[in-house]
């Protein structure tokens, strides 16, 4: 490396230092205070645009510690990402993993955050091939879909949280934890859609999603964990949870090519 790239690197790199932390690491020698300044700003500026949008919920109820929260994360999050799009992932990935923040924040506010960042993840997450959606009428193939192993939607969150994270605002900050399951998930028209779940169907869905087992032995399997293997009503309430979810496609048609149906 020539001494002009050295001289330059070590310039970005106290120019990226001081901009993460104008208070603390010095700006770099002959460096214009004012248009430092306004850099800082629209550093700050552009990094915080990419985040509001996201996180709406979050913002309100912070009000005025919001700003601070982000200049943190500016200061000490390392993003590992070249796209935008990705920036809110960070966010939150820095905000779980941080517990001391320069504000004080409400015992549910990185749950709020995550959820609030689930939609984004789902609208984002690629299709690496054609979805295999079940049909929207007939289900005269019920019974043999019954004997297959379901496959997940790959735009699919099956979420536990702590508190009622789809109920908190500005007019409700929760005192005590709300044990809370939800389901996001892209469906056939690209929408992104939330549905609450409770403990047992989000233990049948974690089952018929990653259990390699067929739809109907992920029932009998929930039906044994509660105590009631073998029974026939409950087996068929989880049957008809999961066509439910298949007709939603939460669910998709298995690899069989035999029984793949078109839109």
Do not use: K
């Amino acid at each position: 490396m020539s001494a002009g790239q050295a001289g330059l690197r070590a310039f970005q790199q106290t120019l990226g230092a001081h901009l993460r932390d104008p208070r603390r690491a010095p700006r770099p020698p002959g460096a214009s205070a004012r248009r430092v300044g306004l850099y800082g700003e629209l550093v700050f500026n552009n990094l915080e645009g990419l985040l509001r949008p996201c996180f709406p919920v979050t913002h309100a109820v912070l009000g005025a510690r919001w700003p601070r929260l982000v200049r943190q994360f500016c200061r000490e999050g390392r993003c590992e990402t070249p796209l935008f799009r990705e920036v809110p992932g960070e966010f939150v990935r820095w905000l779980l993993a941080t517990p001391d923040t320069d504000v004080r924040l409400p015992a549910w506010l990185r749950e709020l955050a995550h959820h609030e960042w689930s939609e984004l993840a789902v609208e984002t997450a690629p299709f690496d091939e054609a979805p295999r959606w079940a049909p929207l009428h007939a289900a005269q193939d019920d019974e043999r879909w019954h004997t297959q192993v379901p496959r997940p939607n790959p735009a699919l969150m099956n979420l536990h949280y702590q508190w009622p994270v789809h109920r908190i605002g500005p007019s409700l900050r929760p005192r005590r934890p709300s044990p809370t399951f939800m389901l996001v998930y892209r469906d056939r028209e690209e929408a992104v859609r939330f549905a609450q779940l409770n403990a047992v169907s989000s233990r049948l869905l974690h089952i018929a999603s990653t259990s390699g087992l067929s739809a109907r032995q992920a029932c009998e399997a929930v039906a044994a964990e509660l105590g009631q293997a073998g029974s026939p009503d409950l087996v068929a309430q989880g049957l008809d949870q999961l066509q439910t979810w298949r007709t939603h496609g939460v669910l998709w048609d298995s690899d069989d090519t035999e029984n793949h149906h078109a839109p």
